[in-house]
Structure formats: structure tokens, C-alpha cells
């Protein structure tokens, strides 16, 4: 009990940066006490000090190594650093060092420390220190001492003050005003900054109650003293100012707010939005003053003097000048400001452009806006607007292009794409043919025949690119032309539209394709309906490769010479592996090979042959399999090192480490795909590992290894989380168990980074074995710390994370403070 009363766990914020962006060796030797797992600090504090550091650094350094080691119970060691003549007259070190004598109940030694902290007024810790002061006089005998230092915490603001404010916004949020009115008044925080919130969530109280009047005087309050104020409350105050003169109806009154923050702040990380903020009162005002705009741009302090032109040219759109504002915008594109929000500038110069059809300043408006703003979902945008612009300029070619890229993209909008580019292909080629054709015949009763064939052909194009009318065009062939001899191609054509539909409706794809068998179909018909059978049975399967291997092979027994043969065959190959049964997956997939030796799934097929052979029982089979992947890799094609990889595989099931060490460093040093070069790498790692039991050096060859596989720029998560584990189990090897927990705990810090590739399965390999080195060394409440994370993260082992929490809290009496 007595530690955990005394290891409370302060940290002290040396300034976080925001996820996902770089940070200091310094700050992140740090970070791992303020999440709660000392043991990583002091690993990496270590290493730290190990290096040349400035003073300032290594005093720091030193001090924090001071505060983990007394967090991880190691309070002699804690001693000895924060003895150092450096640190004497630090508070951080008097009160840390007070802290380790208390938990070696060396109490009379520990009492003036606490008092010489406490005497700090500004010390982050004071409230600590006197409850340490208070515990040393209990400890020693002198009880009426303790009481009197205890009575004075009253005074003193509890952690709670935060939390309260927390709440109170919440609350507004939601809308449960009368709860965050009565939580902010009870609420009286003493630090300037927590006042300051407490201010700024009462103004949104107001503002939120219909009171923008009172809601205004609260806030200007925290413009007038800005002291304690930080940047983020700073643009949260303004923009919450804005709101309430707009719900006031005095937008004149609230413009000079953000004009006066824009006039001394030119180049804020906030303008983008500020400026956005500001125009939205400027369309409020019933005239609008364009005097401040028009002095920013004069003046050359950037970014605001473009954004300054930016918004006096929307002022002028607004006045119906529109030559001046085109004028504006143009010019603003020689600026040598580059921000991902001018690209909505050039957008917006685009669409002048396009209004009034001046095609090439359309394109070149929205091309520039791409190079301002490199966002997918930004450039998404302006290529919709090119291809726009092509289209009406009547430049087909290039319209269908980019509508074709747009419709292969995972876009909300690529049907829409792939419907526009399919237009454009018809209109260009042979369906717009069909077309105009098909208008012109079907008023020509003697050419009922070939209004049927221009009515099915226009049909199943539009059915070979999935558009919507294409069910309609061929529903009206099967009404209007029910005798005519490719009655059973239309069928068909329904059948796959069913199939390949959003929700696929496999029941009417089977309908559709029982009344193309009965109408005498065609050749084609016959062809296309046993190709599509398949693919039925695939999608029907639920794992059962029996009837997919029965359409298959019907197919191929019918229809030997198809054009769709060799596809087929891939998938018979594909069912007989998945089913398992690898030899006669070997055997189709040789086939293939043999029958289509230049065909673009050859290089596949020996590849899947060759897997196919390597897990297979049969004698030999491994040297078959090696065999049949010297073949992939001479073709020299994209699976040319996959293969080498492989082989590398095989040779290690034989025994063979030096020859698979060979080949994966033939893929090393050659032109690899990326995926191929870390599965090498994580290959050779994993035989030096393997080894590692015959000679514990092996283990530092594959940490080697493991640690060029994690540190490659732009690695995925994948192959990252498994080469940190693996590194983290070979030092587990070697003994060293503060370094392993230090790597698994990389991984648990890199998986919770926002916006980055999530991957589950190495994570919570690593996750776990850091919380189980924890618990190796009873430290109950670091290991709760990191099963806390892992529950956290919400991924596939999230609810065993936190089923062991929950165990570890009640076993342990761990509860939260």
C-alpha cells in the first residue's frame, strides 16, 4: 500500500506534439512515463544519456531517468541520479528524491525534501509534496503535524477541475445546458488556463441558451487578457465570437475581431480558416468594408496577402464584377505561396472558366489547383472538373480517360464515372455507331432485323460496362423481338447483369439463365452461359470447391478452344487448391502452363503449381516445386523474385539455411518489388533466429535484420509490427528484457497513432508479450497500463485485453484513482 501511495505517477509535460508528427530523442525517451510504463523510459533514458547531449538535454535527462526509476521501485538507483550536483536545486529532483526515500522508509530524510518542494508555490507537484510532508510526519510519530499540513490541501485544487470542464463541454454538446450551467458554476478552478476554459465553455453556454449578447461578453473577456490563453482556445474563442454576431445579427461587430487577429498574425496556421470565418460574416453584412483586404494584399507578409486576394476576389463575384475577379484569381497563381487550401481558389477559377466556356483556362485553373493541394480526395475534384470540361469542350478521348481512372478509384462517385465514361466510348466508337444507327432504322419498318441486332448490341455494350440501362435496352429486345435467333444471348446478358449486380441476385442470374437454354440458344450464348455457371457456382460455394470444380470442368469439356479456357482452367486449379487437394491442383496448373506457354497467366500458374507441389506429400515434391520455380524466375516477369523468395522457403523446409540465405539476398540486391525485399529481409531475420540456438550471436544477426526491415521509410504496418515483435523476441533470447519490452511497447505506440495503417495480428503479439514481461516482474500496474492501450485500440483482441485488465484490477486491487 505504501508505494502505491507514494508512486503517484506525475508527470511533468516537457510538450507533446500532436499524433503523427515527429518528435525529439528527448521527448520520446519521455513519453513512455506519461503513458503509464516507466520501465520503457528508463531503457530509453539510458541509451540517451549514453550519447552526447547538451547540458540543458542531459540535465533534463537525468532528471526524468530520476522520476522512472523511482516509478519502477528502483529508489536506491533514483538516489544516485538525482544526487548529481545539478539537479540539487531543482524542485522535480528534491521532491523525486523525497519520493525514493520514502519508499526505503527512510522518513526523517525524506521530510524536509517534501517541505523544500512544497515551499514552491509554482511547482506542478506542491500539492504531492505536501501530502509527502504530511506522510512523513505520520510515519514519523508526529501526527498533530500531519493533520494541520493535511487540513491545508483543502484549499488546493484537485485534479477534478479538469475533468469538470471536460464534462461541462460535453454537456453543451449535447445539449443538457442546464446540467453544464449548474457544473460550471459549482466549478472554480485557480489556474489561469482552467479559468480561462471555464470562461470560454461558459460563452458557449450562453450562445448555445439564445444569449449571443452575454455569450460575446464572456468571451472578449479572454481576447482582452490573453495571458495563459493557448493558440487553440485563442481561434476556438474567435470563431465562437463570430457565431454569436451572427446569431446577434452584428457581423460588423464581429468582423474587427478577426480582422485585428489577421492584421497581427500574417502568417497563422489558422488563417485558412480564419479567413473562411471572416468571409462569412463579410456575406452577412449588408455592405461590407473590403478596406482591410484590400491593405493586406498591398502588403507582402504571406500568406495572408494571398488570401487577402483570394477573398476581395469573392468580394468582387459578390459585387458582379466578374472580369475583375477572374483577373484576381489569375494573378494569385504567380504567388509563391503553396497551401493545400488556395487549391479551392483555382477551383473556383475554374468554374468561372467553365461558365463561360473558355475550355483551356478551365483545365489550366483545375490542373493548378492539383499541384496546391495533393489530397486524394481534393484531386478527385478537380479531375471530375477537367473531365467536365472536356466533355463539353468535345474532347472525348481525353473526358473517357480520366472518367475511366476516376471509375476504377474507391470513390463514392465511380458509377458515375464509369456510366459517363461509357457514354464517351460509345459516342467515339462503335456504340455510338450503334446510336445513331439504331435512330435511324427503327423508323424504317423494313429493318426490323437489324433494329433487333442494333437493340441487343447496344445492350450488351452497355452490359459489358455495367450501366444501368442496359437491363432496360435488353428487356425491351426480349419483349419486342422474341423470335429473333440471339433471343438467348439477351438472356445471358440479364443473367450476368443479376450476377454482377451491387447486391448480386444470384436466384434470377439462375432464371435468366435457364430461359437462354430454352429458347435454341446460339453458340455464343451456350459459351457465355456455361462461363457464367461457374462463377454462379463460386459465388454459391460457401467454401465448398465441389461444384465450382464440376463447372469447371464442364466448361472445359464443352467449350475446349474458348477464348475464356485458359481462365477457367485457373480456376479448376484454384478450386483443387483451396479444396486441398494439391495435386491435382499441381496438375492443372502445369497444364495451363503447357497449353498457353506465352499466355499471361503462365507465369501464375507455374508459380501456384509450384506451391501446389511444395505442399504436397509426394516424394520429390519439394525439388519439383524448385524446379518449376527456376521457370517463373527465367520468364523475368512480375513474380520473378515471389518465386526466389519461395525457393528461399523450400531450401530452409530442406535444411539448406546457406543456400535460402543466398537466394534471399539475390532478391536484396536486385530490382524487387518493395513486398518482395521485405519478405526477404524478414526471411533472413527469421534464419539467423532459427540458428540462434546453436550460437546466441544469430540472434543479434536477425535483430540486424529485423531492425533495416522496421526502419524502412514507408514500410506498412505489417511488416513493421512483425519485424519490432520478432526483435523483441530474439532480445528476449539474448536475455535482455528491459530492451524487448522497450520494442514491443514501439509497436504499441506506433499502432495508436491517428491516421496510420492499422494492423491487428503483430500488433497484439507485441502488445502482449510487453504486458506479459510486466507481469513476469509483478509490476501489476505498468502491465495494466499496456492491456488498458490494447483494449483501447478496439482491434480484434481488444476484448481479451481488456478481460485480462479487468482480472489484473481485481487480483491486484488496481483500481482507477
Not at 547531449?53 to 538525482?82: D, H, I, M, S, Y
Not at 512544497?118 to 506542491?126: I, L
Amino acid at each position: 500500500m505504501r508505494r502505491a501511495l507514494f508512486l503517484l505517477g506525475f508527470c511533468f509535460s516537457l510538450g507533446t506534439l500532436a499524433g503523427g508528427e515527429e518528435i525529439s530523442p528527448l521527448q520520446k525517451a519521455i513519453a513512455p512515463l506519461e503513458a503509464g510504463v516507466p520501465q520503457v523510459g528508463v531503457e530509453r533514458l539510458r541509451k540517451l544519456i549514453a550519447q552526447n547531449l547538451t547540458a540543458p538535454e542531459r540535465e533534463v535527462a537525468e532528471l526524468k531517468l530520476g522520476e522512472a526509476l523511482v516509478q519502477t521501485g528502483a529508489a536506491a538507483e533514483a538516489l544516485e541520479v538525482l544526487g548529481k550536483t545539478s539537479l540539487t536545486t531543482s524542485s522535480e529532483a528534491v521532491f523525486w528524491r523525497a519520493q525514493a526515500l520514502a519508499m526505503l522508509d527512510r522518513w526523517a530524510e525524506a521530510l524536509p525534501l517534501y517541505r523544500q518542494a512544497a515551499q514552491e508555490k509554482n511547482f506542478p507537484a506542491r500539492a504531492e509534496a505536501i501530502f509527502g510532508e504530511a506522510e512523513s510526519l505520520r510515519a514519523l510519530g508526529r501526527r498533530e503535524e500531519a493533520r494541520r499540513v493535511l487540513e491545508s490541501l483543502e484549499l488546493v485544487p484537485r485534479w477534478n477541475v479538469r475533468a469538470k470542464l471536460r464534462i461541462a463541454q460535453l454537456l453543451i454538446d449535447s445539449a443538457d445546458l442546464t446540467a453544464a450551467d449548474h457544473l460550471l458554476r459549482e466549478t472554480r478552478p485557480q489556474e489561469l488556463s482552467a479559468r480561462n476554459q471555464r470562461r470560454f465553455l461558459l460563452g458557449r453556454l450562453n450562445l448555445a441558451q439564445k444569449n449571443p449578447g452575454r455569450a460575446i461578453e464572456t468571451l472578449k473577456v479572454i481576447l482582452q487578457r490573453p495571458e495563459g490563453v493557448s493558440h487553440s482556445l485563442l481561434i476556438a474563442t474567435l470563431f465562437t465570437l463570430a457565431e454569436a454576431h451572427l446569431q446577434a445579427g452584428s457581423a460588423e461587430a464581429g468582423d474587427d475581431l478577426l480582422e485585428e487577429f489577421i492584421d497581427h498574425h500574417p502568417n497563422d496556421a489558422a488563417l485558412p480558416a480564419i479567413f473562411a470565418r471572416l468571409d462569412q460574416l463579410y456575406r452577412k453584412e449588408r455592405k461590407p468594408s473590403t478596406n482591410e483586404l484590400e491593405r493586406w494584399m498591398r502588403d507582402p507578409a504571406q500568406p495572408r496577402q494571398a488570401f487577402a486576394q483570394w477573398y476581395f476576389a469573392r468580394s468582387r463575384l459578390r459585387a458582379g464584377r466578374e472580369e475583375e475577379a477572374i483577373a484576381l484569381l489569375t494573378q494569385l497563381r504567380q504567388s509563391n505561396v503553396r497551401a493545400a487550401s488556395l487549391g479551392e481558389a483555382e477551383l473556383e477559377l475554374a468554374r468561372l472558366h467553365l461558365t463561360r466556356k473558355q475550355w483551356p483556362a478551365a483545365i489550366a485553373a483545375a490542373e493548378a489547383a492539383k499541384r496546391q493541394n495533393p489530397a486524394p480526395v481534393f484531386q478527385e475534384r478537380a479531375d471530375w472538373l477537367i473531365a467536365e470540361t472536356n466533355y463539353r469542350a468535345g474532347q472525348l478521348e481525353k473526358a473517357a480517360a480520366i472518367y475511366q481512372r476516376l471509375g476504377q478509384e474507391a470513390s463514392a462517385r465511380s458509377a458515375d464515372a464509369l456510366f459517363d465514361a461509357a457514354v464517351c466510348w460509345l459516342r467515339l466508337d462503335q456504340a455510338n455507331n450503334f446510336a445513331a444507327d439504331y435512330r435511324r432504322i427503327s423508323n424504317d419498318p423494313a429493318q426490323e432485323k437489324t433494329q433487333a441486332e442494333l437493340l441487343l448490341e447496344q445492350g450488351l455494350v452497355l452490359a459489358a460496362q455495367g450501366k444501368l440501362e442496359a437491363e432496360e435496352r435488353l428487356r425491351k429486345f426480349t419483349r419486342e423481338f422474341p423470335n429473333s435467333p440471339r433471343l438467348s444471348e439477351a438472356w445471358v446478358a440479364l443473367a450476368e447483369l443479376a450476377f454482377h449486380s451491387r447486391k448480386p441476385d444470384l436466384k434470377l442470374a439462375r432464371e435468366n439463365l435457364a430461359r437462354a437454354r430454352a429458347t435454341n440458344p446460339t453458340t455464343a450464348a451456350l459459351e457465355r452461359a456455361d462461363y457464367l455457371q461457374l462463377w454462379i457456382e463460386d459465388a454459391a460455394s460457401s467454401g465448398n470447391q465441389g461444384t465450382v470444380i464440376a463447372a469447371a470442368s464442364n466448361f472445359l469439356q464443352r467449350h475446349p478452344d474458348s477464348a475464356f479456357a485458359a481462365e477457367v482452367r485457373m480456376k479448376l486449379a484454384e478450386a483443387y487448391y483451396r479444396r486441398g487437394d494439391f495435386a491435382n491442383a499441381q496438375t492443372q496448373f502445369e497444364l495451363l502452363a503447357q497449353q498457353k506457354p506465352e499466355g499471361l497467366l503462365t507465369e501464375k500458374a507455374l508459380f501456384f503449381a509450384a506451391r501446389s507441389a511444395s505442399s504436397s506429400m509426394g516424394a520429390g515434391s519439394l525439388d519439383h516445386a524448385l524446379a518449376l520455380l527456376d521457370q517463373v524466375v527465367k520468364m523475368g516477369g512480375e513474380l520473378k523474385w515471389a518465386g526466389r523468395n519461395e525457393q528461399a522457403q523450400i531450401e530452409r523446409r530442406l535444411g539448406k539455411n546457406s543456400e535460402a540465405l543466398a537466394l534471399y539476398d539475390e532478391v536484396l540486391k536486385n530490382n524487387a518489388k518493395p513486398a518482395e525485399q521485405r519478405e526477404a529481409l524478414c526471411g533472413k531475420g527469421d534464419i539467423y533466429y532459427d540458428m540462434g540456438a546453436a550460437d546466441p550471436q544469430n540472434y543479434r544477426r536477425a535483430i540486424e535484420f529485423y531492425e533495416q526491415l522496421a526502419n524502412e521509410p514507408g514500410v506498412p504496418a505489417f511488416w513493421r509490427n512483425q519485424a519490432e515483435f520478432k526483435k523483441g523476441k530474439a532480445l528476449e533470447k539474448l536475455g535482455d528484457k528491459p530492451a524487448a519490452l522497450t520494442t514491443y511497447f514501439s509497436v504499441i505506440e506506433e499502432g495508436e497513432r491517428p491516421k496510420v495503417q492499422h494492423e491487428f495480428f503483430w500488433f497484439y503479439k507485441a502488445g502482449f508479450n510487453a504486458a506479459h514481461l510486466l507481469e513476469e516482474t509483478q509490476d501489476w500496474k505498468s502491465a495494466v497500463a499496456v492491456y488498458r492501450r490494447l483494449s483501447a485500440v478496439g482491434g480484434t483482441r481488444s476484448d481479451e485485453a481488456k478481460a485480462r485488465l479487468t482480472q489484473l484490477r481485481l487480483e491486484h486491487f488496481l483500481w482507477e484513482e
